[in-house]
DNA sequence: AAATTGTCTATTGTCGACAATCGACAATAA
DNA sequence: TTATTGTCGATTGTCGACAATAGACAATTT
């Protein structure tokens, strides 16, 4: 791994319609135009272009022929789905990879849990979903199958823009933490139907909120 | 859906790159120069970066910053998770639309079974792949999870051209039937796990045998 | 000789301009 | 009124040219 990371402009823009996501600048289903992202960050739109086609490929975009990108405006169902997937494939890569996971792991994953519904109660969000990324990370971290991990990294990243959007209104603090304490918990039982059915109702749970959440704002929305 | 398919040189040049791929005219590995290919069109590169870019999200090409576009090389471990991974999303898929399959699908599916034993046992290759598409097709077509059917698609596209290029080498005319058998067996059974098992196994069996061929096959390269 | 440095070439990264296309609105006809 | 057609502006698709960079090879130093 290069120490420094070479960077084009075109990552620039990728980090900076991404960033307008999550801080709430730009809404799903607004169009993203080539030539205004350019004049605001002062470059042409070929590096605007290049970074647009990367976030469709990530999903964060949908691209209509001829007429141009789009925030990704994900309808409950897709929600749903892609919590779905994550669920099926995470619980699959910690099932498989439950017995790498030694008693120093364990307990810094019971950590994790404790510090995440400590920052809950402290209403501090950032460090919530910091703990939370970290706390997955480690759990989906000794995946051995590449092409599988690939693709949780992409599913991670598309739903992360939801998670930020919806998840105070999801869960109270205590919540929080138990919800994760229990994929621990099962982890150290070792026992594989529990640990890929315990992640898989972890998301398949928060998905069908954040789907009906979604619902009712873009209901709100269209009045 | 629209009748005609809006076509733009990007999808030309991602078509040209796919076949010449499959057809042998290029190898994994090598590099794909942009101004070289558009000349060979006769169009300017700006399209041949789209389609570049298109076929770096779908795996099919690895992209170096700075560089330029290569041939994508999988390792041996990577096929086997790539088929891994499909056996797992694919087994799934089926495994949770068991119920959807009506007396002529199952009638449906195992007469593509006997058409792919008989195209095998004639030698026609193009047409044991043909079959095969439409049997995997059917199966999953009815696949509820949206997120889970666009990442088996990105699958299937990438392992396409691995098994074009080794199955007559994996199995007899026999063996190709008697596999895709087993599966319309597992789903005529109903019973959820045997169909999971019988996916993820049969995917995981080629897995190995492509990985260890494309091995051999590099190890040969090599020398 | 081996390692380092400098130069050169091929290839990608970026640019601004032009062409093609889409969506919206107005004009027209039934 | 309602549906069809024509025009227009905005936006993407494509182009050729230039700048920046990586990799190879030669020159230099130890």
Redesign the interface.
Known sequence: MPAIK?T?YKDHVVEHVYQSLLDGRCHPGEQLKEGLIAAELGISRAPV??AL??L??RGIVVYR??VGCFLAQPSP??IG??Y??RG??EG?ALMTTRHLFSSADLSRLHLLVEEMGQAAQRGDRKEVVEVGDTFHTMLVGKA?????AE?LER?RLKLHVLFCRYWPELYTPEEIAERHRRIVVSLQSGDARLIEETVRSHYSESGGKIAVLALTVRERHAA
């Open positions: 070479k084009t272009r290049e086609k990367e469709t490929a022929p001829q169902q897709e789905d892609a779905t997937a099926l494939i699959y051995i199958n590449s092409q599988l693709y599913l």
